[in-house]
């Protein structure tokens, strides 16, 4: 007998998960305040960082805490760049390159044992990173600059250029996860037998979702940068952050749109619970030892999967 | 042409065999798990694994793989994939840095590649019988299912030469149906396949 469905639930629900999507973009502008075009540029930055932690804590199942090394490569690269007088497409591009390399040298020792080994080496480059190489950089301050005839001084311009860059990084992870390199990293996170027998060279698939991911991690410190104009504080580098931002996938899940849900959820935090210091941090660490000690497998692909075929 | 010389079966036996291209072998070892292992590159044993020219032995299983050597062991992990048909794709290798480039950017020209090997997975799926099972979690798949997705991830990579691992933990209409297929894609492919049984204790004796 056809089931015959009194609602097109399907329809429903993908057109939620837009609106979600158009209301999370919007808001700064229906709040029009400067806070508030930060605080979204500080949200996007937030959707690289989740989509960064997605190909590695999502796809690779490893413990991966390299993001702040990457973030601080590519905030140090962009505020090079730019107070040297260059462009910003170059100076993105750079942070890019630095947080691809940063963070493939990450794992790069790693690779015998990584799921392994990786945390630990990761934990090292971020130390090393916030305690020793920062301390001894010194970089001064820019000025926003101007990118195609769009001058990026004003808080409104940049949260769109952000929005911008934060919705072409998660395509690019979005469009990849259902491309034979996700597929193969996805099977070298969680069945590395099966995913060596069908083509996957492990140490070169690990290489390069690392690479991706610093290259994500490493635009978001751009855009960090660019918002602070300058180098950004040096607690959004540090190894208690690295720990702190990995609820962002464990809180939203393997797929793509973890990173979306997983960042709103944390950068929504201190909204919340304003007046609190250090209220991210916290709810962040809670939440990372809450998911560790519980078999939550994410909003997207555990709860809210859970919930629509629910409904 | 497929030439196994000198593996070790995993239960103290030695294997030598040759398969021509379009023939279809059988050999009835000790541990057949074992030696489907060795041969893909991914377990313990020595001795020599050559495919055409291509000599295998001491490479990596991914370089058995690309060289068009598939091996099926009849059986996933569990967290194999989050569906069947992920794990079929599997077999749709990597077209390159620029290919790969071209999917993150989402053009048009990688869209309709990832829609050809999508289609191709499913045709094949089908042809197989596992098109019920196409959209199921890895995890709630019966055996058989999970037999027929290893089959097809390995035929999705267009191989030269099929070493099957029999699903004899399957129902006798299950394996006839699955030896059937691999027989119609051997010669309809021209593939060189070896099917690995497991030896009853009296034929080990």
């Not at chain 2, 030695?14 to 377990?43: F, T, Y």
């Not at chain 2, 933990?169 to 396949?193: M, N, T, Y």
Request: aromatic share 4%; charged share 15%; net charge positive.
């Amino acid at each position: 007998m056809r089931r015959v469905a009194l609602l097109p639930l399907r329809r429903v629900r993908e057109r939620g998960r837009l609106v979600v999507l158009v209301a999370a973009a919007v808001w700064p502008f229906l709040l029009d305040s400067p806070a508030a075009h930060r605080r979204g540029t500080e949200l996007a930055a937030l959707v690289l960082i989740g989509a960064a932690l997605t190909v590695t804590v999502g796809w690779l199942r490893v413990l991966a805490l390299h993001v702040p090394a990457t973030l601080a490569g590519g905030a140090a690269a962009t505020t090079a760049v730019l107070g040297a007088g260059q462009s910003l497409p170059l100076g993105l591009l750079t942070a890019m390159v630095v947080g691809a390399v940063l963070s493939t040298l990450t794992v790069a020792p790693a690779l015998s044992r990584p799921r392994v080994r990786a945390p630990l080496t990761t934990l090292v480059a971020v130390v090393a990173v916030w305690g020793w190489v920062l301390p001894s950089v010194r970089l001064g301050a820019f000025a926003r600059p101007v990118v195609v005839g769009v001058d990026l001084a004003g808080d409104r311009a940049l949260y769109l250029a952000a929005l911008g860059l934060a919705a072409l990084g998660w395509r690019a992870v979005a469009n990849l996860h259902v491309a034979p390199f996700g597929r193969r990293a996805r099977a070298v996170g969680t069945a590395p037998e099966l995913a060596s027998m069908s083509g996957a060279e492990p140490r070169r698939v690990w290489l390069s979702t690392f690479a991706l991911s610093g290259a994500l991690g490493g635009a978001a410190g751009a855009v960090l940068a660019v918002l602070a104009q300058g180098m950004p504080q040096a607690v959004v580098f540090s190894p208690v952050n690295a720990i702190a931002l990995l609820a962002i996938p464990l809180l939203g899940g393997r797929e793509p749109e973890g990173a979306i849900v997983g960042a709103l959820a944390l950068g929504m935090a201190p909204l919340l619970l304003r007046g609190l210091p250090e209220a991210q941090l916290l709810m962040a660490t809670a939440l990372v030892v809450l998911i560790a000690c519980t078999r939550f497998r994410g909003l997207v692909d555990g709860g809210l999967a859970r919930l629509g075929r629910a409904v | 042409m497929l030439r196994l010389d000198g593996l070790e079966d995993g239960a103290g036996g030695v294997v030598h065999v040759e398969v021509a291209a379009g023939a279809h072998a059988v050999i009835a070892v000790g541990d057949p798990d074992a030696l489907a292992r060795c041969v893909a590159g991914v377990g313990p044993g020595h001795g020599g694994v050559r495919l055409g020219e291509s000599v295998l032995t001491g490479a990596s299983a991914a370089r058995r793989w690309q060289a068009g050597l598939a091996v099926v062991l009849s059986a996933l992990p569990e967290d194999a994939g989050p569906s069947i048909l992920d794990v079929i794709l599997l077999g749709d290798g990597s077209r390159g840095r620029w290919e790969t480039l071209a999917a993150a950017l989402g053009t048009r020209r990688a869209h309709g590649r990832s829609a050809d090997a999508e289609a191709a997975a499913r045709a094949l799926a089908g042809r197989i019988g596992l098109a019920p099972w196409l959209d199921t979690p890895v995890t709630a798949a019966p055996p058989h299912a999970r037999a027929s997705a290893d089959l097809a991830r390995a035929l999705s990579g267009t191989p030269k030469a099929l070493v099957w691992r029999r699903p004899e933990w399957l129902r006798p209409v299950e394996i006839r149906s699955l030896a059937a297929f691999v027989q119609d894609e051997a010669r309809r492919l021209g593939l060189a396949v070896l099917e690995v049984r497991e030896a009853t204790p009296l034929a080990r004796r």
